[in-house]
């Protein structure tokens, strides 16, 4: 499955932005969809995950509660709702698909999509 994110954007603490990602195929049922971020200088990490065909998002603790993951309507489009923006979400985002069931490395990920830049102004 081919991923592209979009969406990211310039922002001032405490704003809000959604990031969109599409995918190549019909539908993302197949897989575990997940955002990761990298910041300059620091290792990719996880935001987000879901299994498509069923299940809840679960997320990293530091998003928990400000960050909504949501599957889109047609079925190959996934949503991040961010919300509070700090500074230290600063990074490129990335979405990405799993064939595993449950997802939180970067390892388990077999597709990726290019990142799209979010910076949050202090």
């Known amino acids: 499955v081919q991923l592209q994110a979009s969406g990211g954007g310039l922002v001032q603490a405490g704003g809000s932005l959604r990031l969109s990602c599409a995918g190549s195929?019909?539908?993302?049922?197949?897989?575990?969809m997940g955002w990761f971020r990298q910041a300059p200088g620091k290792e990719r990490e996880f935001i987000a995950a879901?299994?498509?065909?069923?299940?809840?998002?679960y997320y990293a603790e530091s998003v928990k509660g400000r960050f909504i993951l949501s599957r889109g309507d047609t079925g190959n489009t996934a949503y991040l709702q961010m919300n509070m923006l700090k500074p230290d979400d600063t990074a490129v985002y990335y979405c990405?698909?799993?064939?595993?069931?449950?997802?939180?490395?970067?390892?388990?990920?077999?597709?990726w999509g290019p990142g799209t830049q979010v910076t949050v102004s202090s």
């Open positions: 990405a698909a799993s064939t595993r069931l449950y997802g939180l490395g970067v390892r388990d990920y077999q597709y």
């Open positions: 195929e019909r539908t993302f049922s197949s897989y575990t």
């Open positions: 879901i299994r498509w065909r069923a299940g809840n998002p």
